[in-house]
């Protein structure tokens, strides 16, 4: 659940089964699974110690992607590349416009939108990028 984007295979189960033993999720459990699915698909999974399919993480959110076990190593490496081949810079940025506006109310998130949108702005790779899309050839990012 601390991952951006998630995949699974086809044979994943997920579930939080930890009341069973009469303790609780840890390491952000609770709360992450409560801001991807809602509270109410949250506290089911979690009181009933309920485990799911890949289909079903795929239907209320929790995952993003289900593909083949055969096909898992190939999907994720598909996606990484796909990210990997964006601005560094932008990635960083775009990361923390998400997960810190998405704490905030809007006013704030568009301001945390709007300043690392000014810093890209004027970065290296923002050059970068305009020239290689007007060139039409694949863009070479720095990281500056």
């Known amino acids: 659940m601390s991952c951006d984007i998630r995949i699974a295979s086809t044979n994943a189960k997920i579930g939080l089964p930890e009341l069973n ?3 609780i999720p840890g390491a952000g459990g609770t709360q992450r699974l409560a801001r991807i699915v809602g509270k109410g698909k949250a506290l089911e ?3 009933m110690g ?6 079903e993480a795929f239907r209320i ?3 993003s992607e289900v593909t083949s076990p055969e096909d898992l190593k190939v999907k994720v490496g598909e ?4 990210i990997l081949a964006k601005g560094p810079l932008a990635v960083k940025l775009a990361k923390i416009a998400v997960n ?3 704490d905030v109310d809007l006013k704030t998130g568009l301001m945390i939108e709007k300043l690392a949108q000014a810093v890209l ?3 290296e790779d923002k050059k970068e990028g305009t020239t290689a899309f007007l060139e ?3 863009p070479h990012f720095q990281g500056k």
């Not at 996606?79 to 796909?82: F, G, L, P, R």
């Open 121 to 123: 702005f004027s970065s």
């Open 45 to 47: 999974m979690i009181l």
């Open 79 to 82: 996606v990484a590349s796909q």
């Open 50 to 55: 309920k485990i799911i399919d890949a289909n």
């Open 136 to 138: 039409k050839r694949k």
């Open 100 to 102: 810190l506006g998405s």
């Open 61 to 63: 959110g929790l995952i």
């Open 21 to 23: 033993l009469s303790i």
